[in-house]
T-cell receptor
């Protein structure tokens, strides 16, 4: 089983829509999680850190389900600028981050 | 507070040449990580360094690749005798301590002709 699995998408949504991505992870020992966004040909940028059951920052909400080993990201009121690839990254406990290929989001006018 | 800096941003090398990629971490950060991203793939961990020490190099290819983070100056990722398969984006990240958020530089795009 892969360490991180995400639906690659793309998710095509209109502006203003609410969209959610799920991410499953295999290492039950992971304590913290990060959501990064990566724009085409750019570096990943940290969007949100999750250390407990979830986190909320403006239009973005992350929820962690340890029993089922998945973490979700909810984006409300989507903007055109939200178009990017979203990367779910569990902390492996060994300092190195393990990235999947991410979920691609396309927000259209 | 300047972010993570990498140079060069673009590097073109012919097969067999050497590539040197530099990374200056954020001010106050003493932990540096290198990742490689092949086209259409996710980032893959290569190496984790602290000042003057390699902590984890489990993602480094066994040959031709080396990394250092000297007491003074930037971290260097060195690729000897480059091959076409080395063409990729190489990202450096830094953190103030281990186990928390890592912040990425803009990357170096290496093209091997």
């Amino acid at each position: 089983r892969k360490e991180v699995e995400q639906d690659p998408g793309p998710f095509n949504v209109p502006e203003g829509a609410t969209v959610a991505f799920n991410c499953t992870y295999s290492n039950s020992a992971s304590q913290s999680f990060f959501w990064y966004r990566q724009d085409c040909r750019k570096e990943p940028k940290l969007l949100m850190s999750v250390y407990s059951s979830g986190n909320e920052d403006g239009r973005f909400t992350a929820q962690l389900n340890r029993a089922s080993q998945y973490i979700s990201l909810l984006i409300r009121d989507s903007k055109l600028s939200d178009s990017a690839t979203y990367l779910c990254v569990p902390d492996t406990g060994f300092q190195k981050l393990v990235f999947g290929t991410g979920t691609r989001l396309l927000v259209s006018p | 507070n300047a972010g993570v800096m990498q140079n060069p941003r673009h590097l073109v090398r012919r097969r067999g040449q050497e590539a040197r990629l530099r990374c200056s971490p954020m001010k106050g950060h003493s932990h540096v990580y290198w990742y490689r991203q092949l086209p259409e793939e996710g980032l893959k961990f290569m190496v984790y360094l602290q000042k003057e020490n390699i902590i984890d190099e489990s993602g480094m290819p066994k040959e031709r690749f080396s990394a250092e983070f000297p007491k003074e100056g930037p971290s260097i990722l060195r690729i000897q005798q480059v091959v076409r398969g080395d063409s990729a984006a190489y990202f450096c990240a830094s953190s103030p301590t281990s186990g928390i958020e890592q912040f990425f530089g803009p990357g170096t795009r290496l093209t091997v002709l």
